[in-house]
T-cell receptor
Framework: GAVVSQHPSWVICKSGTSVKIECRSL??????MFWYRQFPKQSLMLMAT?????????EQGVEKDKFLINHASLTLSTLTVTSAHPEDSSFYIC??????????FGPGTRLTVL | GENVEQHPSTLSVQEGDSAVIKCTYS??????FPWYKQELGKGPQLIID?????GEKKDQRIAVTLNKTAKHFSLHITETQPEDSAVYFC????????????FGEGTQLTVNP
């Protein structure tokens, strides 16, 4: 199956700093990339959708100035959490979408903000 | 918008038994229904999917059925094994949503040896 990688797999940072998470589709070109966050024992919550070379579309309630998304190529998207605070601590997961609607998910990034 | 409900939230079975997880969706325009398995601390893994032009799909011990009229679809796992223990999510999307998935709340499946 298609493989999506994320880096880093976990990160701990101090409150007020920014953190960048990379998402790469390794063996396919993702026409669309999605970013989710997931709290313990809960479902995936879509944060934003991005297409290569276009501005991301954010879900209602997601601050676009806080969660910066860049989709530079068909195989790379980045999520930057700016001025992180403890409430931003979560499991962030990206996925790559194909023209057949199938989404392949990355392994996730555990963010802990102290 | 689309709403996906998933039942049960937890399911415990004995090894070798079958497990069934059910989902209902609200938007009749939805036409793609994937199932994901998520192990603790990992990302969701696609295990099977079905499109609206098919009523049933099987892959070894896993099968999915779709009833478009009733707007529900189910995941069937036969001959369960301890390694099947995980959280399973159903989801739905439609062509006009740009592959945007709406997820169910998940089912924690525990297979007891």
């Amino acid at each position: 199956g298609a493989v999506v990688s994320q880096h880093p797999s976990w990160v701990i940072c101090k409150s007020g700093t920014s953190v960048k998470i990379e998402c790469r589709s390794l063996d396919f070109q993702a026409t669309t990339m999605f970013w989710y966050r997931q709290f313990p024992k809960q479902s995936l919550m879509l944060m934003a959708t991005s297409n290569e070379g276009s501005k991301a579309t954010y879900e209602q309630g997601v601050e676009k100035d806080k969660f910066l998304i860049n989709h530079a190529s068909l195989t790379l998207s980045t999520l930057t959490v700016t001025s992180a605070h403890p409430e931003d601590s979560s499991f962030y997961i990206c996925s790559g979408g194909t023209t057949t609607d199938t989404q392949y998910f990355g392994p996730g990034t555990r963010l802990t903000v102290l | 918008g689309e709403n996906v409900e998933q039942h049960p939230s937890t399911l415990s079975v004995q090894e070798g038994d079958s497990a069934v997880i059910k989902c209902t969706y609200s938007d009749s325009a939805s036409n793609y229904f994937p199932w994901y398995k998520q192990e603790l601390g990992k990302g969701p893994q696609l295990i099977i999917d079905i499109r609206s032009n098919v009523g049933e799909k099987k892959d070894q011990r896993i099968a999915v059925t779709l009833n478009k009229t009733a707007k529900h679809f189910s995941l069937h796992i036969t001959e369960t094994q301890p390694e099947d223990s995980a959280v399973y999510f159903c989801a739905a999307s439609k062509e006009t949503s740009g592959s945007r998935l709406t997820f169910g709340e998940g089912t924690q499946l525990t297979v007891n040896p």
